[in-house]
Each structure stands twice: as structure tokens, then as C-alpha cells.
């Protein structure tokens, strides 16, 4: 009797948290593309990686919490069951097969129920489709290079101080993701990035996308996303790179195709006035 009332106590407790655990998700789930006060879960998913992260993340949340769950009733029952008190002259076996072959087999079941999803994800990571668009970022101590190979754009994006913020278009809470220059990418559309390092080890990493990998020196690496809505999508250095690691962000705008195209338009004209007037300087 007691034990069946503490394991009801034990199980509305586990419901309670996980109930306000997805309602703390939800409420922070209303912005995409940058840290919110109080968030407690991921951002909030734009790319079909990062909806697959947040669903293994979500399951793999479910089976701990089982075992956790199974394991503390077990034990309950044991202290309660099997005590000096309730349980005087102890029985003296040692061997149970069925019990012995089911703790072994069912740990290696969960763990293969485990594996499938999470190697579809590794190979959906790490497969890059056919890409519309290649990006390379070149990370340095403290800024990152963007090239669209393709388009013959090339530029830094290098992080905005309080001051500049507003000038921009930013507001004060864009502190330290803000930079002056944007990745920019059409929506839906397959995004290949290469990503390499010119002195030391950072790190591309879009928390929406789902999208992180190092930009080693000598060595160039790749992720891909596509994402699903247009906005500004922030990220960060990822990988402790020096003093000023904090202070090297990532942004992302992701805009409509006929946008991108008026956007790439206008950076090779200033690629092109900017090419002239060295000539012209020579
Ligand atoms: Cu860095």
C-alpha cells in the first residue's frame, strides 16, 4: 500500500516536470535565430538537421527519464521490501538466467533503438546535398571572411560595438551577435559551407540551423543547411579560439530568391567600384 502511494507521488512529479519543461520550450519557442531571456530549451528549428536534433534530443529525454524512473521504483521497493525488518532470513540463491539474460538484452535493445535515429542524423549532417549556393568562411582572430565563390563576392564581417549597433540597425540585446556584414542566402535553397581557419582553430556554428563545425587551418571542412523561413539567424565562434573569442559572431540573413539576387547584384557592383578604384590608384 505504501509503496503503491509513493509511486504515484514519484510518477505526478515526473508528469508535472516534463509538462513544465515543454511549456518553458514553447514559451521560448516564439523567436527564431537568437538566445531569448530565460530560454531554457534549443532555439527555435529551421532546417530539417535541426528539427532532427531537437526530436533525438526530445526522445533521447524520454528514454533517460524511463530508466530513471524504473530504477528509483526498483530501489524503493527494494529498501521498502527487503529490509531487516520486513524481510528477517534473506533467501540464499545467486543465479536467475531469465533475469540475468533479460538485464543483458534489453540494455542492448535500448541501445539499438538508440543508434537508428542517431546515425540517420549523422548521415543527414554530414551528406551535403546537390548545393544551389557555396559559401566559404574563413575564421580569424577576431572576424570572419565570407567568399560566394560562385558570384565573385568577397567580404569580413566583424562584430558591431554598443555604439555602432543602432547605425546598423540593431538594437542594445544584439550586443555581441551583431556584425557589419551578413551572410546573405536565398530561403530554401541547399547552402553548402566550406569552412576553414587562418590561424587557429574556431568554429561556424548556427544554433537554428544546426549547423556547427570547426574552421581548422590547413584543413577545409563542410556543413550544409537550407532554411525553411527568411530572418536574421545568429551564431557564434564556437570553439575557444583567444582573448577575443567572445566576440567574433556569425549572421545570417536568409531572404526571398529575387532579394538575394538584387543583393548579389549590388555587392559585385561594389566589388566592381572597388576593383576599379585600385586600378585606378595603380
Ligand atoms: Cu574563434
Avoid at 138 to 147: D, H, L, M
Avoid at 233 to 244: A, H, P, V
Wanted: charged share 15%; proline share 5%; hydrophobic share 50%.
Amino acid at each position: 500500500m505504501r509503496i503503491a502511494n509513493l509511486s504515484v507521488w514519484v510518477m505526478a512529479g515526473v508528469v508535472f516536470l516534463s509538462g513544465a519543461l515543454a511549456g518553458l520550450s514553447a514559451m521560448a519557442g516564439e523567436v527564431a535565430g537568437r538566445p531569448v531571456d530565460r530560454e531554457m530549451g534549443f532555439q527555435r528549428a529551421v532546417t530539417e538537421v535541426m528539427h532532427d536534433i531537437v526530436w533525438l534530443d526530445n526522445f533521447l529525454l524520454y528514454i533517460g527519464g524511463a530508466i530513471v524512473l524504473f530504477v528509483t521504483l526498483l530501489m524503493l521497493f527494494v529498501i521498502v521490501r527487503f529490509n531487516k525488518r520486513a524481510n528477517p532470513v534473506p533467501a540464499s540463491f545467486t543465479h536467475n538466467a531469465p533475469l540475468e539474460i533479460a538485464w543483458t538484452a534489453i540494455p542492448v535493445l535500448i541501445l539499438v533503438i538508440i543508434a537508428i535515429p542517431s546515425l540517420r542524423l549523422l548521415f543527414l549532417q554530414l551528406e551535403v546535398p546537390e548545393p544551389d549556393l557555396t559559401i566559404k568562411a574563413t575564421g580569424s582572430q577576431w572576424y570572419w571572411t565570407y567568399e560566394y565563390p560562385d558570384a565573385g563576392i568577397e567580404f569580413d564581417a566583424v562584430m558591431l560595438e554598443k555604439d555602432e549597433l543602432a547605425q546598423y540597425g540593431y538594437t542594445a540585446g544584439d550586443f555581441l551577435l551583431a556584425t557589419d556584414t551578413r551572410v546573405v542566402v536565398p530561403v530554401n535553397a541547399v547552402v553548402h559551407v566550406l569552412v576553414t581557419g587562418s590561424d587557429v582553430i574556431h568554429s561556424w556554428a548556427i544554433p537554428s540551423f544546426g549547423s556547427k563545425i570547426d574552421a581548422v587551418p590547413g584543413r577545409l571542412n563542410e556543413t550544409w543547411f537550407r532554411a525553411e523561413e527568411t530572418g536574421i539567424f545568429f551564431g557564434q565562434c564556437s570553439e575557444l579560439c583567444g582573448m577575443n573569442h567572445s566576440y567574433m559572431p556569425i549572421v545570417v540573413e536568409v531572404v526571398s530568391q529575387q532579394d538575394y539576387d538584387a543583393w548579389v547584384r549590388t555587392q559585385q557592383a561594389m566589388n566592381g567600384a572597388a576593383t576599379t578604384t585600385l586600378a585606378a590608384a595603380e
